[in-house]
T-cell receptor, first 110, second 113 residues
Framework: GQNIDQPTEMTATEGAIVQINCTYQ??????LFWYQQHAGEAPTFLSY????GLEEKGRFSSFLSRSKGYSYLLLKELQMKDSASYLC???????????FGTGTRLQVTL | EPEVTQTPSHQVTQMGQEVILRCVPI?????FYWYRQILGQKVEFLVS????????KSEIFDDQFSVERPDGSNFTLKIRSTKLEDSAMYFC???????????FGSGTRLTVV
């Protein structure tokens, strides 16, 4: 089975940088995903890592170490609209289901 | 940008009643999924559907649940006899190539009373 751990809540200041960590144990790994979810809305795709290393996409970057079962999402130049839950998810199996962590609720303050 | 469309956005039903949640996946996608999220909890996989059959299902997806693709565009989730604990947000998703490129619908909030 899969087990995914990420912090429950984080707070950061507008304009700052925040790193959200995720550790996982899984079988049949075929990718690590980060999604953003605002309250009452659907998850929206942020990033995908299947190989070790850093993927950068504008203000968002994601890192993966498969040997350590570890990923992080880095958000730079935080804006108030970045206040949301950030979901770490692992893709596995031929049907490519996603197993989600409980999400990290990020509060961006002035 | 193509969207996954779900209807209704909200559904209130009496315990024991049947509900059908509807989804229109993106037209050229081949993989279809249902997930649910109980309020304040994590998103949970229910079922995946590929090539007109279920390819994987979770322990949650018991005999009370079924999925159908009745025509070329709709993908439905039926709950035969709803229970209070079925109250959740249900998300449909589709993808062209497995995990990568998932698009989620905006969800149906199901409330069982």
């Amino acid at each position: 089975g899969q087990n995914i751990d990420q912090p429950t809540e984080m707070t950061a200041t507008e304009g700052a940088i925040v790193q959200i960590n995720c550790t996982y144990q899984t079988s049949g790994f075929n990718g690590l995903f980060w999604y953003q979810q605002h309250a009452g809305e659907a998850p929206t795709f942020l990033s995908y890592n299947v190989l070790d290393g850093l993927e950068e996409k504008g203000r968002f970057s994601s890192f993966l170490s498969r040997s350590k079962g570890y990923s992080y999402l880095l958000l730079k130049e935080l804006q108030m609209k970045d206040s949301a839950s950030y979901l770490c998810a692992v893709g596995a199996g031929t049907a490519s289901k996603l197993t989600f962590g409980t999400g990290t609720r990020l509060q961006v303050t002035l | 940008e193509p969207e996954v469309t779900q209807t209704p956005s909200h559904q209130v039903t009496q315990m024991g009643q049947e509900v059908i949640l509807r989804c229109v996946p993106i037209s050229n996608h081949l993989y279809f999924y249902w997930y649910r999220q109980i309020l304040g909890q994590k998103v949970e996989f229910l079922v995946s559907f590929y090539n007109n059959e279920i390819s994987e299902k979770s322990e949650i997806f018991d005999d009370q649940f079924s999925v159908e693709r009745p025509d070329g565009s709709n993908f439905t989730l039926k709950i035969r006899s709803t229970k209070l604990e079925d109250s959740a947000m249900y998300f449909c998703a589709s993808s062209a190539q497995g995990s990568y490129g998932y698009t989620f619908g905006s969800g149906t909030r199901l409330t069982v009373v």
